[in-house]
DNA sequence: AAAAATCAGTTAGCATGTTAATTATCTTAT
DNA sequence: ATAAGATAATTAACATGCTAACTGATTTTT
């Protein structure tokens, strides 16, 4: 038996490293950051969030959400509202900007998946991604 | 054909945010933040390393290396000296302190890593790993 | 050997991670 | 109806992520 066993959040985060590297050049090229493409990601397949839902899911906390959106207005990618049932929660949802933003990335991106894919194998793709779901199902 | 598969790095991410919470109590009852724990086992493994090949080990860049080891040099966690042979490059390795702070910790972190190995299934845990790993060789 | 290229680490500047405290709003208990 | 409690988001303060530029030391080129 060894002495110290390999670190599983070290693994996934070494792991995350390198599936990174084969989509940092396109983010790079077109200015986003990672968070940033993320947070247009998600909005794009689920339409207007609530900052709580959109942190939770985008993993970025809502302190930093706080700036990530503030800058992302101001480049007009997003807009916010205050809900009209409660005013304490405030509604996101991409711009027409956004939304070209997205579409006008999301062709590239999937060619990169297609590299990545092609490279490491569909099958295990698909096992690894299950893997991780049923990690993320301990959550709480 | 859904219109939009799910993002592997945010799988990754959010697989890694499930498992650190495992491990993140323990952390923050010591003081320690994610990334000085990294450095502490890997320099408790590896012993004495060069900054570069650390900053790889941890997956953390250099300039925030520089900012860690500095922090945890005012922590006397880990001692730095310039290489007698080429006066560049710097090794960093755990001072008694260091060794003493990973000695104190291992224990509890083991029992957190046996936790989640209860609920997630060893064996699926080993497959994980390995798929992680192979993902990994991807790297360049 | 001297200049150019390379390399290790740091510094600088801004974006984000992280926790605690704060503000404004809403809910519940009395 | 009002005060206490809970909730959503922000602010503050410091640690880290990230890129580019910089410094000093070593290697390569000419």
Redesign the interface.
């Given at each position: 038996m060894p002495k110290?066993?390999?670190?599983?959040?070290?693994?996934?985060?070494?792991?995350?490293?390198?599936?990174?590297?084969f989509?940092r050049p396109s983010l790079k090229d077109i200015g986003l950051t990672e968070q940033q493409w993320?947070v247009v990601?998600i909005l794009s397949?689920q339409g207007e969030l609530e900052i709580n839902r959109l942190a939770d899911l985008?993993?970025i906390l809502k302190p930093s959400m706080t700036g990530v959106l503030a800058r992302m207005e101001t480049a007009e990618l997003v807009e916010r509202r205050r809900s009209e049932h409660d005013q304490r929660r405030v509604l996101v949802k991409l711009t027409a900007a956004g939304e070209r933003c997205f579409e006008s990335m999301s062709g590239r991106m999937e060619e990169n998946?297609e590299r990545?894919q092609e490279?490491?194998g569909a099958e295990?793709?698909q096992?690894?991604?299950v893997?991780?779901?049923?990690?993320?199902t301990?959550?709480r």
């Open positions: 110290h066993r390999q670190s599983l959040t070290l693994n996934l985060l070494q792991a995350r490293e390198v599936a990174m590297s989509f993320r990601r397949q985008a993993c998946y990545l490279r490491y295990k793709l096992t690894l991604l893997l991780l779901n049923e990690l993320k301990l959550k």
